[in-house]
């Protein structure tokens, strides 16, 4: 049974390598975003009991840290909803050493590879477990929050507040970009099947028909 469950995580190690490779990284763009997003989430999964695991190292060692992204959404209705191919987190650049220092504990190490953010977002490091895990740490200033306030805003068409609001992964109480901010962190993305899906949430829940964590 060992060699078998052995030969099968090696199995799983050889594909993720190869899928995360140049040359297939193009062929990726080859194909519809749904299908790429299917294969990251089926090799690279980020379940829940692993997204709390980190969340919750990095919560210990009082990181300023911010949930964004899929699960980020799923916090915010405290449950998940979809499967995720990574965790997607939001710190000061001043944290930067000590979220390194974190997640090496926990398996975790930067990637070599370069790595580009968005329109608010530029600064992102990635973060790979050797089982397949995947971080997005996204460094922002407190200046570069004010252009996704802004977006948030202009959506809206009111005031935003700019402040993380209490969700709730795997009983784990963790910040998290609001619904009106994550709303407009989606603006200006070509987007799969299930951020669109996430998108038409984050709209309900910014514009208030339905109940968005708090603390």
């Not at 202009?154 to 970009?177: N, Q, S």
């Not at 998108?199 to 339905?210: H, K, M």
Request: charge should be neutral; glycine fraction near 8%.
């Amino acid at each position: 049974m060992t060699d078998v469950t052995s030969c099968g995580m090696t199995v799983a190690a050889r594909l993720r390598r190869v899928v995360r490779s140049a040359p297939f990284a193009v062929a990726q763009r080859l194909v519809s975003e749904d299908t790429a997003d299917l294969i990251r989430c089926k090799l690279f999964p980020m379940n829940r009991h692993e997204a709390r695991r980190v969340l919750a190292a990095l919560v210990a060692a009082a990181v300023p840290v911010v949930l964004a992204g899929g699960w980020g959404v799923d916090a915010l209705v405290g449950e998940q909803r979809r499967r995720h191919a990574d965790l997607d987190v939001i710190a000061p650049p001043d944290s930067l050493p000590l979220v390194v220092s974190t997640l090496a504990e926990l398996g975790y190490q930067q990637s070599v590879e370069g790595s580009e953010g968005g329109w608010w977002a530029p600064d992102k490091i990635v973060f790979r477990h050797a089982a397949g895990g995947s971080i997005d740490l996204l460094l922002l200033t407190v200046a570069q929050w004010e252009p996704l306030v802004r977006r948030a805003e202009m959506i809206l068409g009111g005031p935003v507040d700019r402040a993380p609001v209490l969700g709730d992964v795997g009983g784990l109480a963790v910040p998290c970009l609001s619904a009106p901010l994550q709303l407009a962190a989606c603006d200006g993305y070509a987007m799969n099947r299930d951020q669109r899906s996430d998108r038409r949430l984050l709209d309900r829940l910014a514009r208030g028909s339905d109940r968005e964590g708090r603390p």
